[in-house]
Nanobody
Framework: VQLQASGGGLVQAGGSLRLSCAASGRTFSTYAMGWFRQAPGKEREFVAAISGSGGSTYVPSSVKGRFTISRDNAQNTMYLQMNSLKPEDTAVYFC????????????????WGQGTQVTVSS
């Protein structure tokens, strides 16, 4: 599986962005997917996860109510809708694919996209 993340950019605090992760291959729905982010000097942080069917999702409390993960298996694409963005959301965002259901650790994912920069100005 090859993953390509896109949709990052510069936005003011309180604004919104939608990230996309396009996947290659015919077995996209087989894989659970996730989003992680990494700010300079910090460890990679889990942001959201979704099951292969899209029927189950999980987001941590740090982004709950602001971020929504979804997927379109017909389009081999996963999304992260980010609302009410804060300066502390600034990071490179990575999408990942794996076989573990709603995994929250980076090592539980087997495939990674290249990352897309999200910058939130105050």
């Amino acid at each position: 599986v090859q993953l390509q993340a896109s949709g990052g950019g510069l936005v003011q605090a309180g604004g919104s962005l939608r990230l996309s992760c396009a996947a290659s291959g015919r077995t996209f729905s087989t894989y659970a997917m996730g989003w992680f982010r990494q700010a300079p000097g910090k460890e990679r942080e889990f942001v959201a996860a979704i099951s292969g069917s899209g029927g189950s999702t999980y987001v941590p409390s740090s982004v709950k109510g602001r971020f929504t993960i979804s997927r379109d298996n017909a389009q081999n694409t996963m999304y992260l809708q980010m609302n009410s963005l804060k300066p502390e959301d600034t990071a490179v965002y990575f999408c990942a694919a794996g076989l573990q259901w709603l995994a929250v650790r980076s090592y539980q994912y087997d495939y990674w996209g290249q990352g897309t920069q999200v910058t939130v100005s105050s």
